[in-house]
């Protein structure tokens, strides 16, 4: 009899010690499975908050294309170059800061050399080169 109670609890501390192990394996997939849940949420997080930027940053670009577009219309209605530069520069300032702006001849060598840089804008502006 003693022998029967003996195997009895052996067989209940295994069973305990089995379905202890299989929950802590359970618990641990689990927790694996939420950490990388967590980690997708997160990535899309950071994507929709670039996408909302990006959108902002496009609307924006917009409306300055509108404004320029609008200020291109209004100096096409004027004849002569100085008087459609010193409309383009009023609108420029009501618009944008800016502290230069300059209306080159396209071919002209001080034209040729201007490039880009940190701080500045280079816009030309006229017809397209033909190809």
């Excluded at 320029?68 to 800061?97: P, Q, S, V, W």
């Amino acid at each position: 009899m003693i022998l029967l109670i003996i195997t009895c609890c052996l067989y209940l501390a295994l069973v305990f010690l089995v379905a202890r192990e299989i929950s802590l394996q359970t618990m641990a997939r689990l927790g694996q499975a939420k950490a990388a849940a967590q980690a997708e949420l997160d990535e899309r997080l950071q994507r929709k908050t670039r996408f909302v930027q990006e959108r902002k940053d496009s609307e924006n670009v917009a409306a300055d294309i509108f404004t320029l577009y609008d200020m291109t219309k209004e100096i096409a209605k004027h004849m002569t170059e100085d008087e459609a530069l010193r409309i383009f520069k009023e609108g420029l300032r009501d618009n944008f800061y800016y502290e230069e702006c300059l209306l080159l001849e396209p071919l002209a060598a001080e034209a040729r050399t201007l490039k880009p840089s940190e701080g500045w804008a280079l816009y030309p502006c006229g017809p397209k080169p033909r190809i």
